[in-house]
């Protein structure tokens, strides 16, 4: 079954550490991969796309198509990261359509 | 811009009534998404319209409908309310339609069955 998962539910690191979110797909074709970011108190929001492929707040994320892992790393982290971050993509859900779905997200805790 | 934006906050209801919720979508936007968080589910695809139209539904009783009007604003309504719905209703929209978009959430409407 097609599906996407984000095996850690709580990650905690210091402060400058590096960080890494896992975000595993299964799907056979190739994939617009997401990562969305909801800070506390605050409205679920894009953080980066696959395609644009570009860096966000310092993010980045490369789409390891052998591994069908979609992977969200920072070299540094900031007290500010912390937040809960969700990936997504679209599956096929039948009769033509695909639907965006999401991971059920990582809560990233970053340690002063 | 103004977001995409959400009403009522809170809505409270029980078992067995009917609940309405408002999305108005970002200006210029045509595609409508609803999804429900339920602790502990993260998000789960509700309904997707576009241009007036139901284009997707996900794995969701047929209690659970709603429609989008000429000026793309949208209504999900459940009916014969569970104590299982309390959750909070999330409403997306993006540009164009198509799961690669990204998507622009509102706040959400926090939907509470006693």
């Known amino acids: 079954a097609q599906r996407v998962t984000q095996p850690e539910k709580l990650l905690s690191v210091f402060k400058g550490a590096p960080v890494e979110l896992k975000c595993n797909y299964s799907y056979s074709g190739s994939p617009e991969l997401f990562w969305y970011v909801q800070y506390s108190r605050q409205r679920l929001q894009l953080l980066l796309r696959?395609?644009s492929r570009e860096s966000i707040k310092g993010f980045t994320a490369d789409l390891n198509k052998g591994e069908t892992s979609f992977h969200l790393k920072k070299p540094f982290a900031q007290e500010e990261d912390s937040a809960m971050y969700y990936c997504?993509?679209?599956?096929?859900?039948?009769?033509?359509?695909?639907?965006?779905?999401f991971g059920k997200g990582t809560k990233l805790s970053v340690i002063p | 811009e103004a977001g995409v934006t959400q009403s009522p906050t809170h809505l409270i209801k029980t078992r067995g009534q009917q609940a309405t919720l408002r999305c108005s979508p970002i200006?210029?936007?045509?595609?409508v998404y609803w999804y429900q968080q339920a602790l502990g589910l993260g998000l789960q695809f509700l309904l997707w319209?576009?241009?007036?139209?139901?284009?997707n539904r996900g794995n969701f009783p047929p209690r659970f409908s709603g429609r989008q009007f000429p000026n793309y604003s949208s209504e999900l309504n459940v009916n014969a309310l569970e104590l299982e719905d309390s959750a909070l209703y999330l409403c997306?929209?993006?540009?164009?339609?198509?799961?690669?978009?990204?998507?622009?959430f509102g706040d959400g409407t926090r939907l509470s069955i006693l």
């Open positions: 997306a929209s993006s540009l164009e339609e198509g799961a690669g978009q990204p998507q622009h």
């Open positions: 200006s210029g936007h045509t595609s």
């Open positions: 696959h395609i």
């Open positions: 997504a993509i679209p599956l096929y859900s039948g009769a033509g359509s695909y639907q965006l779905t």
């Open positions: 319209y576009d241009e007036g139209e139901e284009r």
